[in-house]
């Protein structure tokens, strides 16, 4: 299958602090997707990239479709403890079954206050 | 609002005894996904459909089966419980419609499901 690699695994931060996390991956992807996990919850879905070069905000979220089409990029400026919880990025590559998308295997952010 | 069901939330079984996860969605998608995750694993398929009939594997499907027999509902079932199929299942939807956003998943709640 389709190998996603994310990074960090893992980010310890202060409150306030800017947080940058990417995803790349082995074959051209055609749509990038981030979602955020807390605990005990599912997924859910923070913002969709669907073009190369593709910028797109979500309040202090920030997400770039890579022009390489091989990698994506999350930014959350100015954290703050709720932001805690798992970020996932998934993708799907063109040539794979339809609406099938590949996970990354997840960022987990904490914040200190 | 639409949305997506899962059921029971938590549950723990035996081994070698079936068990079937429930997933209710409201949006009328045609998608439907089951995951699993496991820690250091992340998100692995297990089952898809494209809609009513359809059924297809997933990366993981030894030992779960799925059936479609409306468009709202896909149960995953465990045919022999194993130790191995403790874990934490996601069921998912898309609209499936041959449009722009086919490909964005909306996740259900988790089944936590525990095999002594």
């Known amino acids: 299958g389709q190998q996603l690699n994310q990074s960090p695994q893992s980010m310890f931060i202060q409150e306030g602090e800017d947080v940058s996390m990417n995803c790349t991956s082995s074959?051209?992807?055609?749509?990038w997707l981030w979602y955020k996990q807390d605990p005990g919850e599912g997924p859910v879905l923070l913002i969709a990239l669907y073009k190369a070069g593709e910028l797109t905000s979500n309040g202090r979220l920030t997400a770039q479709f890579g022009i390489t089409r091989k990698d994506s990029f999350l930014n959350i400026s100015a954290s703050i403890p709720s932001d805690v919880g798992i970020y996932f990025c998934?993708?799907?590559?063109?040539?794979?079954?339809?609406?099938?998308?590949?996970f990354g295997r997840g960022t987990q952010l904490t914040v200190w206050p | 609002d639409a949305e997506i069901t899962q059921s029971p939330r938590h549950k723990i079984t035996e081994t070698g005894r079936q068990v079937t996860l429930a997933c209710h969605q409201t949006w009328n998608h045609n998608n439907m996904f089951w995951y699993r995750q496991d820690l250091g694993h992340g998100l692995r398929l297990i089952h898809y459909s494209y809609g009513v009939q359809d059924t297809n594997k997933g990366e993981v499907s030894d030992g779960y089966s799925v059936s479609r027999s409306n468009t709202e509902d896909l149960p995953l079932t465990l045919e022999s419980a194993a130790s191995s199929q403790t874990s934490v299942y996601f069921c998912?939807?898309?609209?499936?419609?041959?449009?722009?956003?086919?490909?964005?998943?909306?996740f259900g709640p988790g089944t936590r499901l525990l095999v002594l």
């Open positions: 998912a939807s898309s609209e499936g419609a041959g449009g722009l956003y086919q490909e964005t998943q909306y």
């Open positions: 074959s051209i992807f055609n749509t």
């Open positions: 998934a993708g799907q590559s063109r040539g794979s079954t339809l609406g099938r998308l590949y």
